[in-house]
Protein backbone atom coordinates (compact mmCIF):
# COMPACT_ATOMS: atom_id res chain seq x y z
CA UNK A 1 0.00 0.00 0.00
CA UNK A 2 1.15 3.33 -0.69
CA UNK A 3 -1.17 5.62 1.76
CA UNK A 4 -1.98 4.51 5.63
CA UNK A 5 -5.45 4.30 6.48
CA UNK A 6 -6.59 5.77 9.87
CA UNK A 7 -9.72 5.13 11.95
CA UNK A 8 -8.96 8.60 13.62
CA UNK A 9 -11.22 10.16 16.43
CA UNK A 10 -13.13 13.21 15.56
CA UNK A 11 -15.21 13.91 18.92
CA UNK A 12 -15.83 12.70 21.85
CA UNK A 13 -18.87 10.26 22.42
CA UNK A 14 -22.10 11.19 23.78
CA UNK A 15 -23.36 8.15 25.26
CA UNK A 16 -23.05 5.24 22.58
CA UNK A 17 -20.89 6.08 19.28
CA UNK A 18 -22.78 7.00 16.22
CA UNK A 19 -20.36 7.02 12.44
CA UNK A 20 -20.31 11.24 12.65
CA UNK A 21 -17.94 10.21 15.97
CA UNK A 22 -15.28 8.60 13.53
CA UNK A 23 -13.46 9.12 10.22
CA UNK A 24 -11.63 6.96 7.91
CA UNK A 25 -8.77 8.81 6.95
CA UNK A 26 -5.69 8.75 4.65
CA UNK A 27 -2.22 9.84 5.51
CA UNK A 28 1.42 8.76 4.17
CA UNK A 29 2.76 5.60 5.27
CA UNK A 30 5.42 6.51 8.17
CA UNK A 31 9.01 6.17 8.44
CA UNK A 32 11.10 3.91 11.11
CA UNK A 33 11.64 6.37 13.90
CA UNK A 34 15.19 6.06 15.14
CA UNK A 35 16.33 2.63 16.61
CA UNK A 36 12.64 1.93 15.90
CA UNK A 37 10.34 0.25 13.14
CA UNK A 38 7.37 0.21 10.96
CA UNK A 39 4.23 -2.62 11.67
CA UNK A 40 2.31 -3.02 8.99
CA UNK A 41 -0.90 -4.12 10.88
CA UNK A 42 -2.70 -7.44 10.35
CA UNK A 43 -5.07 -7.69 13.21
CA UNK A 44 -6.54 -5.31 15.85
CA UNK A 45 -7.70 -5.99 19.14
CA UNK A 46 -11.55 -4.67 19.70
CA UNK A 47 -12.32 -4.21 23.48
CA UNK A 48 -14.89 -2.28 25.49
CA UNK A 49 -12.29 -0.37 27.28
CA UNK A 50 -11.84 1.35 24.14
CA UNK A 51 -14.87 3.40 24.45
CA UNK A 52 -13.68 4.34 27.62
CA UNK A 53 -10.47 5.89 26.40
CA UNK A 54 -12.73 7.81 23.89
CA UNK A 55 -14.15 10.06 26.94
CA UNK A 56 -12.18 12.81 28.59
CA UNK A 57 -11.77 11.92 31.82
CA UNK A 58 -10.01 10.27 34.70
CA UNK A 59 -8.91 6.41 33.85
CA UNK A 60 -5.67 4.73 33.20
CA UNK A 61 -4.30 5.83 30.45
CA UNK A 62 -4.94 9.12 28.71
CA UNK A 63 -7.50 9.58 27.01
CA UNK A 64 -7.63 9.43 23.36
CA UNK A 65 -6.57 12.61 21.67
CA UNK A 66 -8.93 14.12 18.86
CA UNK A 67 -8.21 13.38 14.90
CA UNK A 68 -5.87 10.88 16.76
CA UNK A 69 -6.67 6.90 15.45
CA UNK A 70 -8.42 5.10 18.08
CA UNK A 71 -5.77 2.85 20.00
CA UNK A 72 -5.45 -1.06 19.99
CA UNK A 73 -3.59 -3.98 20.35
CA UNK A 74 -2.43 -5.10 17.33
CA UNK A 75 -0.30 -7.92 15.95
CA UNK A 76 1.57 -7.59 12.50
CA UNK A 77 4.63 -7.79 10.48
CA UNK A 78 7.46 -5.48 10.49
CA UNK A 79 7.30 -3.31 6.97
CA UNK A 80 10.59 -1.32 7.55
CA UNK A 81 13.05 -0.94 10.52
CA UNK A 82 15.83 0.85 12.37
CA UNK A 83 16.54 -1.61 14.48
CA UNK A 84 18.19 -4.90 14.32
CA UNK A 85 15.96 -6.74 16.83
CA UNK A 86 12.97 -6.10 14.66
CA UNK A 87 13.81 -7.19 10.87
CA UNK A 88 11.75 -6.80 8.02
CA UNK A 89 8.86 -9.60 8.29
CA UNK A 90 9.05 -10.28 12.14
CA UNK A 91 5.49 -10.97 13.55
CA UNK A 92 5.17 -8.34 16.57
CA UNK A 93 2.48 -7.50 18.94
CA UNK A 94 2.44 -3.73 20.38
CA UNK A 95 -0.19 -1.22 21.88
CA UNK A 96 -0.78 1.08 18.11
CA UNK A 97 -3.86 1.67 16.69
CA UNK A 98 -6.66 1.26 13.96
CA UNK A 99 -4.76 2.08 11.22
CA UNK A 100 -2.87 0.16 8.60
CA UNK A 101 0.70 1.33 9.39
CA UNK A 102 2.08 2.23 12.78
CA UNK A 103 5.39 3.96 13.68
CA UNK A 104 6.96 1.80 16.75
CA UNK A 105 9.51 1.85 18.95
CA UNK A 106 10.47 -1.13 21.33
CA UNK A 107 9.37 -1.40 25.21
CA UNK A 108 6.15 -0.99 27.13
CA UNK A 109 3.84 -3.84 25.33
CA UNK A 110 6.14 -4.21 22.70
CA UNK A 111 6.88 -8.08 21.71
CA UNK A 112 7.97 -10.22 19.03
CA UNK A 113 6.05 -13.25 18.32
CA UNK A 114 6.78 -16.97 17.59
CA UNK A 115 3.47 -17.14 15.33
CA UNK A 116 4.42 -20.97 13.89
CA UNK A 117 2.88 -21.57 18.01
CA UNK A 118 -0.41 -21.17 16.73
CA UNK A 119 -2.90 -21.78 13.90
CA UNK A 120 -3.68 -17.69 13.18
CA UNK A 121 -1.88 -14.88 14.74
CA UNK A 122 -4.89 -13.40 15.93
CA UNK A 123 -4.44 -16.04 18.86
CA UNK A 124 -2.05 -13.82 20.10
CA UNK A 125 -5.18 -11.23 20.53
CA UNK A 126 -7.05 -14.03 22.49
CA UNK A 127 -5.92 -16.85 23.87
CA UNK A 128 -2.47 -16.20 24.42
CA UNK A 129 -2.60 -12.38 24.54
CA UNK A 130 -4.31 -10.29 27.14
CA UNK A 131 -7.96 -11.24 26.65
CA UNK A 132 -7.15 -15.04 27.60
CA UNK A 133 -4.76 -13.49 29.97
CA UNK A 134 -7.30 -11.62 31.78
CA UNK A 135 -9.04 -14.84 32.26
CA UNK A 136 -5.95 -16.40 33.83
CA UNK A 137 -4.77 -14.16 35.99
CA UNK A 138 -7.43 -12.15 37.25
CA UNK A 139 -8.88 -15.63 38.23
CA UNK A 140 -5.92 -17.55 39.78
CA UNK A 141 -4.06 -14.78 40.74
CA UNK A 142 -6.22 -11.91 42.16
CA UNK A 143 -9.44 -14.29 43.16
CA UNK A 144 -7.37 -17.50 43.76
CA UNK A 145 -10.43 -19.68 43.84
CA UNK A 146 -10.41 -23.15 46.08
CA UNK A 147 -11.90 -26.19 45.29
CA UNK A 148 -15.59 -26.28 46.04
CA UNK A 149 -16.54 -22.55 45.79
CA UNK A 150 -19.24 -20.93 43.61
CA UNK A 151 -17.97 -18.86 41.12
CA UNK A 152 -20.59 -16.03 39.61
CA UNK A 153 -19.26 -14.68 36.07
CA UNK A 154 -20.66 -11.76 34.28
CA UNK A 155 -20.84 -11.08 30.72
CA UNK A 156 -19.84 -14.92 30.54
CA UNK A 157 -20.53 -15.11 27.00
CA UNK A 158 -17.71 -12.89 26.16
CA UNK A 159 -14.00 -13.43 25.25
CA UNK A 160 -13.04 -13.20 28.97
CA UNK A 161 -16.16 -14.18 30.71
CA UNK A 162 -15.88 -17.67 28.98
CA UNK A 163 -12.48 -18.29 29.59
CA UNK A 164 -13.26 -16.55 33.46
CA UNK A 165 -15.88 -19.64 33.97
CA UNK A 166 -13.38 -22.46 31.70
CA UNK A 167 -10.50 -21.81 34.18
CA UNK A 168 -12.78 -21.84 37.44
CA UNK A 169 -13.92 -25.61 36.37
CA UNK A 170 -10.37 -26.43 36.23
CA UNK A 171 -9.62 -25.30 39.66
CA UNK A 172 -12.94 -27.63 40.67
CA UNK A 173 -15.27 -24.43 40.95
CA UNK A 174 -19.02 -24.75 40.71
CA UNK A 175 -19.56 -21.97 38.07
CA UNK A 176 -22.28 -20.03 37.20
CA UNK A 177 -22.50 -17.29 34.10
CA UNK A 178 -24.96 -14.54 33.56
CA UNK A 179 -25.46 -13.81 29.81
CA UNK A 180 -28.30 -12.40 27.46
CA UNK A 181 -30.46 -14.59 25.39
CA UNK A 182 -31.07 -18.26 25.05
CA UNK A 183 -28.34 -18.76 22.59
CA UNK A 184 -25.22 -17.47 24.80
CA UNK A 185 -26.55 -19.18 27.64
CA UNK A 186 -26.83 -22.69 25.63
CA UNK A 187 -23.23 -21.84 24.74
CA UNK A 188 -22.18 -21.33 28.10
CA UNK A 189 -23.02 -24.88 29.15
CA UNK A 190 -22.59 -26.64 25.73
CA UNK A 191 -19.58 -24.92 24.75
CA UNK A 192 -18.15 -23.56 27.46
CA UNK A 193 -18.90 -25.92 30.51
CA UNK A 194 -20.61 -24.04 33.20
CA UNK A 195 -22.66 -25.39 35.46
CA UNK A 196 -25.71 -23.14 34.99
CA UNK A 197 -26.55 -20.10 33.39
CA UNK A 198 -28.72 -17.63 34.21
CA UNK A 199 -30.12 -14.89 30.88
CA UNK A 200 -30.54 -11.62 32.15
CA UNK A 201 -32.69 -10.07 29.91
CA UNK A 202 -36.02 -8.70 30.16
CA UNK A 203 -35.65 -9.76 34.45
CA UNK A 204 -35.64 -7.08 36.82
CA UNK A 205 -33.02 -6.85 39.41
CA UNK A 206 -35.01 -8.71 42.31
CA UNK A 207 -35.80 -11.35 39.81
CA UNK A 208 -31.91 -11.61 38.64
CA UNK A 209 -30.98 -11.68 41.95
CA UNK A 210 -33.65 -14.69 43.03
CA UNK A 211 -32.46 -16.65 40.58
CA UNK A 212 -28.70 -16.44 41.52
CA UNK A 213 -30.14 -16.77 44.99
CA UNK A 214 -31.65 -19.97 43.67
CA UNK A 215 -28.67 -21.17 41.71
CA UNK A 216 -26.41 -20.51 44.86
CA UNK A 217 -28.14 -21.20 48.16
CA UNK A 218 -25.10 -20.70 50.18
CA UNK A 219 -24.27 -17.54 48.70
CA UNK A 220 -21.36 -16.54 46.17
CA UNK A 221 -17.47 -17.01 46.57
CA UNK A 222 -16.15 -15.49 43.73
CA UNK A 223 -17.64 -12.52 41.68
CA UNK A 224 -16.11 -12.05 38.02
CA UNK A 225 -17.41 -8.70 37.06
CA UNK A 226 -17.74 -7.34 33.73
CA UNK A 227 -21.26 -5.41 33.01
CA UNK A 228 -22.07 -4.01 36.13
CA UNK A 229 -25.52 -2.01 36.11
CA UNK A 230 -28.31 -4.04 37.40
CA UNK A 231 -26.35 -7.27 36.82
CA UNK A 232 -23.90 -6.25 39.41
CA UNK A 233 -26.42 -5.20 41.50
CA UNK A 234 -28.11 -8.37 41.93
CA UNK A 235 -24.80 -10.50 42.29
CA UNK A 236 -23.64 -8.36 45.13
CA UNK A 237 -27.32 -9.62 47.11
CA UNK A 238 -26.22 -12.90 46.89
CA UNK A 239 -22.58 -12.66 48.46
CA UNK A 240 -21.13 -15.20 50.70
CA UNK A 241 -19.41 -14.17 53.69
CA UNK A 242 -15.98 -13.02 52.80
CA UNK A 243 -16.74 -12.94 49.31
CA UNK A 244 -13.82 -11.71 46.85
CA UNK A 245 -15.28 -9.37 43.89
CA UNK A 246 -12.70 -9.36 40.97
CA UNK A 247 -14.12 -5.96 39.39
CA UNK A 248 -12.65 -6.70 35.65
CA UNK A 249 -15.29 -4.36 33.44
CA UNK A 250 -18.39 -2.31 33.22
CA UNK A 251 -19.59 -2.52 29.72
CA UNK A 252 -23.15 -2.07 30.87
CA UNK A 253 -22.20 1.62 32.40
CA UNK A 254 -19.36 2.34 29.39
CA UNK A 255 -22.27 4.03 26.93
CA UNK A 256 -24.17 5.96 29.70
CA UNK A 257 -23.79 9.86 29.47
CA UNK A 258 -24.57 10.05 32.78
CA UNK A 259 -22.85 7.01 35.33
CA UNK A 260 -25.22 5.34 37.70
CA UNK A 261 -22.95 4.06 39.96
CA UNK A 262 -23.67 0.85 42.15
CA UNK A 263 -26.32 0.69 44.65
CA UNK A 264 -26.22 -2.62 46.74
CA UNK A 265 -22.37 -1.54 48.15
CA UNK A 266 -23.94 -2.26 51.75
CA UNK A 267 -23.74 -5.76 50.54
CA UNK A 268 -19.86 -5.86 50.70
CA UNK A 269 -20.03 -4.51 54.21
CA UNK A 270 -22.25 -6.68 55.64
CA UNK A 271 -20.47 -9.67 53.87
CA UNK A 272 -17.19 -8.38 54.40
CA UNK A 273 -16.61 -8.90 51.24
CA UNK A 274 -13.48 -7.50 49.59
CA UNK A 275 -13.34 -5.90 45.70
CA UNK A 276 -9.89 -5.95 43.54
CA UNK A 277 -10.05 -3.59 40.85
CA UNK A 278 -8.22 -5.41 38.07
CA UNK A 279 -6.15 -4.58 35.02
CA UNK A 280 -4.22 -7.14 32.97
CA UNK A 281 -1.28 -4.11 32.17
CA UNK A 282 0.02 -5.23 35.48
CA UNK A 283 0.38 -8.38 34.61
CA UNK A 284 2.08 -8.03 31.25
CA UNK A 285 5.52 -9.07 32.53
CA UNK A 286 4.36 -12.63 33.09
CA UNK A 287 2.33 -13.16 29.60
CA UNK A 288 5.20 -15.95 28.90
CA UNK A 289 4.71 -17.43 32.15
CA UNK A 290 0.88 -18.35 31.53
CA UNK A 291 0.80 -18.57 27.66
CA UNK A 292 2.42 -22.03 27.67
CA UNK A 293 -0.15 -23.23 30.15
CA UNK A 294 -3.33 -21.85 28.15
CA UNK A 295 -2.14 -23.68 25.44
CA UNK A 296 -1.61 -26.90 27.39
CA UNK A 297 -5.04 -26.97 28.50
CA UNK A 298 -6.23 -25.90 24.75
CA UNK A 299 -4.85 -28.85 23.40
CA UNK A 300 -6.48 -31.03 25.71
CA UNK A 301 -9.19 -30.19 25.02
CA UNK A 302 -9.82 -27.86 28.45
CA UNK A 303 -10.55 -24.86 27.36
CA UNK A 304 -12.10 -23.36 24.01
CA UNK A 305 -11.67 -19.32 22.79
CA UNK A 306 -14.07 -18.78 20.61
CA UNK A 307 -12.74 -15.51 17.64
CA UNK A 308 -15.26 -13.54 15.96
CA UNK A 309 -12.74 -11.93 12.93
CA UNK A 310 -14.49 -9.07 11.27
CA UNK A 311 -12.86 -7.60 8.02
CA UNK A 312 -11.63 -4.42 6.52
CA UNK A 313 -10.41 -1.24 8.20
CA UNK A 314 -13.51 0.45 6.46
CA UNK A 315 -15.61 -1.56 8.87
CA UNK A 316 -14.09 -0.60 11.84
CA UNK A 317 -16.83 1.20 13.24
CA UNK A 318 -19.89 -1.96 12.87
CA UNK A 319 -17.18 -4.14 13.95
CA UNK A 320 -16.48 -2.14 17.19
CA UNK A 321 -20.30 -1.78 17.85
CA UNK A 322 -20.93 -5.06 17.38
CA UNK A 323 -19.61 -5.44 21.48
CA UNK A 324 -22.26 -3.28 22.58
CA UNK A 325 -25.32 -4.92 20.65
CA UNK A 326 -24.47 -8.35 21.84
CA UNK A 327 -23.47 -9.42 18.14
CA UNK A 328 -19.95 -10.70 18.93
CA UNK A 329 -19.94 -14.35 19.54
CA UNK A 330 -16.18 -15.10 20.70
CA UNK A 331 -12.91 -12.78 21.23
CA UNK A 332 -14.18 -9.68 18.43
CA UNK A 333 -10.87 -8.91 16.23
CA UNK A 334 -10.59 -6.85 13.40
CA UNK A 335 -8.50 -8.44 10.56
CA UNK A 336 -6.95 -5.32 8.89
CA UNK A 337 -4.55 -7.33 6.35
CA UNK A 338 -2.76 -10.73 5.66
CA UNK A 339 0.73 -10.85 6.86
CA UNK A 340 3.45 -11.33 4.33
Known amino acids: MTVNRRFLLMRRPHGMPVPEDFRLAEAAVPAPPPGGFV ?24 PIALGDPIRATCVGVVHASDNPDFAQGDWVMGLNALEDYSAMVPGGFTMKLDVS ?19 YFGLLEVAKPRAGEVLLVSGAAGAVGS ?7 IAGCRTIGIAGGAE ?8 YGFDAAIDYKGKTQAALAAEIGRLAPGGVDILFENVGGVVMDASLLNLARKARIVLCGLIAEYNLPEKVGIRNLWSVLVQEATIFGFLIMNFAPRFAEAAPIMAEWMAAGRL ?17 MRLFSGANTGKLVLKIADGR
Open 39 to 62: LRNCYASLDPAQRGWMDDGPSYMP
Open 117 to 135: QVESPSRFLSAMGAVGLTG
Open 163 to 169: VVGQIGR
Open 184 to 191: KCRRLIAD
Open 304 to 320: RIDEDVQHGLENAYPAF
